[in-house]
């Protein structure tokens, strides 16, 4: 490829954060102050009707790949139920975006956390098998530089396991914070790009703001007192900003508080409390300083134009309890200074510092995913929904928000259309399967665009098809419910016995789709799953 032809290619960065919920970001209403994201909304465009796959490694493995989980191999999680759309890893006919990138000429990038290699539930980390061919690395699905965690889980002030590339890194027992060493990487990464002339892809995977509640002592002090109101005012407060602000289309009624979560005045450890979400809205202010040090090093290196760059959240905020013998029970409860860790939720801890292991729960992801119902691990919309803010100076006008529905398997064919790099019928040897997205070129240059094919979620026993405006959805074991998404996205409007032939069609579509990528009967799979985990209760 000639020289200009290299110049006139966008890098690209995809930016995904971890766990965050749909109204979180200061542009979407939120009191969490997220200046350089929402600066990139403002001068971008910013979808509202972005689709996740309702948990971390499904949506990574639907990012990397265009295809739908099952496709991808990652049904449910790392965990290996024994069919290939639930073998827990990347499928070798499924040809990921640094694997195609790399080929079209681009170097290839990643910093954060990768969650789609196997599983590595293992309470010790000698056993976990790094980089074989049931636990492939990065590196080994077309990254040239990679520096994060394999795993879904870290400790912010004290990783268990890191890797460099092909290695394992020791950090600093006494100065390290993940959002920001990936930031450090993720930068040096773009340097050593642009001082060799190379066009970049970059995949920048944050943990944040997944637990452990970890936070800087400087950035939870913004939030002090914040959150002393409680959950009941905020998400009242955070739907009528959005509504101010125009991010959804239309004013719809914000759903009921979740029956699991208690009215605040009954509440006891207030303060405590306000301290979890204080920790929360800090691990995000943190994250959004982190993208601000990324773009001014483009701006510095004269990149920003010239480079597309892509955010979102991989599912919803996340309601898991972590309980002393919870999902803590898999983490090492020792510092790296050789400190022990205090695991659980203990109201007698203030959250935040190294030595905790806390998650915000139910009630706090309540408030991130209003207006919607539920969270991450449910396909309502309170799981799946994320904004998704795509900023390119150089080809796109700053636009009114997109309403169109949209999924995370879109991002890859879009990605290629942008950059001219071509999806081939096989890699390596091995035919490929055609992509499950379609490209959003269309709508981010202004023209209109329909999609051609309906959406489709299952996530342990939760599923959904999504048609035009109409939605049919279920929880594992339960009934189908049907919404009209255009009149009633908050899920509050049950139309089932309203319009049979409808649900007929939706029914019927959803289990051609299952059928055809292979999900499993969630009945079956659980039990595998508890045996192989441990754990009582795989649902949080």
Not at 220 to 229: F, R
Not at 261 to 284: G, L
Not at 293 to 321: M, W
Request: charge should be negative; hydrophobic fraction near 40%.
């Amino acid at each position: 490829m000639s020289a200009s032809a290299e110049a006139k290619r966008p890098n690209v960065i995809v930016i995904l954060v971890d766990d965050m919920g749909f109204g979180d970001l200061g542009c979407m209403g939120s009191e969490i102050r997220t200046p350089n994201i929402d600066r990139l909304a403002a001068k971008g465009v910013l979808f509202s009707s972005m689709y996740n796959c309702a948990r971390c490694c499904p949506t990574r493995a639907a990012l990397l790949t265009g295809l739908y989980p099952h496709n991808a191999g990652i049904g449910h999680m790392g965990a290996n139920l024994g069919t290939k759309a639930y073998q827990g890893f990347l499928r070798n006919d499924a040809a990921t975006i640094a694997e195609l990138m790399r080929l079209g000429g681009y170097r290839t990038l990643m910093s954060g956390k990768w969650h789609v290699g196997g599983d590595f539930h293992a309470r010790l980390v000698d056993s976990w098998r790094v980089g074989d061919v049931d636990h492939p690395t990065p590196r080994q699905r077309g990254f040239d530089r990679f520096y994060g965690i394999i795993d879904g889980v870290t400790h912010y002030f004290s990783p268990h396991f890191m890797m460099e590339d092909d290695s394992q890194v020791e950090v600093s027992p006494t100065d390290f914070y993940f959002t920001d060493a990936i930031t450090d990487k993720a930068v040096g990464m773009v340097e050593e790009s642009v001082a060799q002339g190379k066009s970049f892809f970059l995949y920048l995977a944050h943990a944040a703001p997944h637990w452990p509640l970890h936070a800087r002592e400087e950035d939870i002090a913004k939030y002090d007192g914040v959150y002393n109101s409680g959950w009941d005012k905020l998400r009242g407060a955070r739907h009528e900003e959005m509504a101010s602000r125009g991010v959804l289309p239309h004013r719809w009624a914000l759903s009921p508080r979740d029956e699991a979560a208690p009215d605040w005045r009954e509440v006891k450890a207030k303060d405590w409390e306000a301290d979890r979400m204080a920790v929360y809205a800090a691990m995000i202010d943190r994250m959004d300083q982190s993208i601000g040090r990324v773009l001014a090093t483009l701006q510095k290196l004269g990149q920003y134009d010239d480079t597309l760059i892509l955010f979102l959240s991989d599912n919803g905020g996340c309601a898991e309890f972590m309980a002393e013998d919870g999902w803590a029970k898999f983490m090492p409860d020792i510092h790296n200074d050789g400190r022990r860790i205090d695991m659980g939720n203990k109201v007698s801890l203030r959250p935040g510092g190294p030595l905790t292991y806390m998650s915000y729960d139910l009630p706090w992801a309540n408030v991130s995913n209003a207006p919607f119902r539920l969270f991450k691990h449910w396909v309502h919309e309170g799981g799946i929904s994320t904004p998704m803010i795509v900023h390119w100076p150089r080809r796109f006008q700053a636009q009114k928000v997109i309403h169109t529905p949209c999924h995370v398997i879109d991002i890859l064919p879009t990605i290629l259309a942008a950059t001219g790099v071509l999806y081939p019928l096989e890699l390596g040897g091995e035919a490929i399967q055609p992509i499950d997205g379609e490209s959003l070129m269309p709508l981010l240059e202004g023209k209109a665009w329909k999609r051609e094919k309906p959406l489709f979620w299952e996530h342990e026993g939760n599923a959904a098809v999504r048609i035009g405006d109409f939605k049919l959805v279920r929880k594992f074991n339960e009934s189908w419910e049907l919404y009209d998404m255009e009149l009633d996205r908050t899920e509050l409007t049950d139309l089932v016995g309203k319009n049979d032939l409808l649900k007929t069609r939706l029914v019927r579509e959803y289990e051609h789709w299952a059928s055809s990528v292979g999900v499993l009967d969630w009945s079956s799979a659980l039990p595998v799953l508890q045996r192989l985990w441990g754990l009582d209760d795989v649902n949080g």
